[in-house]
């Protein structure tokens, strides 16, 4: 059984800075396409950043710059490392996975990330 659970949520002030981690169990994260999602109030789940199992790297224009994206494939986990935090980030970031070769697709619960002075 697939899970994906997020951590390292919270607040922070606008400028600062908070490390996500998605800890994945039933699947090797580094043979699928790992990504980052995020939903606010009131809007859509919009991406936010993806990394493949190659390493190639996408982020949103949004977060280009300010946000990274890592495996740490020791620990069959991803992170999203994101500073200079502004208040439109504030959503619920989800973790999503996409095994090689095969058609599903799985979410974690979520983290809620707040940004606020």
């Known amino acids: 059984q697939v899970q994906l659970v997020e951590s390292g949520g919270g607040s922070a002030q606008p400028g600062g800075s908070l490390r996500l981690s998605c800890a994945t169990s039933?699947?090797?994260?580094?043979?699928?396409?790992m990504g980052w999602y995020r939903q606010a109030p009131g809007k859509q789940r919009e991406f936010v950043a993806t990394?493949?199992?190659?390493?190639?790297?996408n982020y949103a224009n949004s977060v280009k710059g300010r946000f990274t994206i890592s495996r740490d494939a020791a620990k069959n986990t991803v992170n999203l490392q994101m500073t200079l935090l502004k208040p439109e980030d504030t959503a619920v970031y989800y973790c999503?996975?996409?095994?090689?070769?095969?058609?599903?697709?799985?979410w974690g619960q979520g983290t809620q990330v707040t940004v606020s002075s």
């Open positions: 999503n996975a996409r095994p090689i070769h095969v058609s599903g697709t799985y």
């Open positions: 039933g699947i090797d994260s580094s043979l699928s396409t």
């Open positions: 990394i493949t199992s190659s390493g190639h790297t």
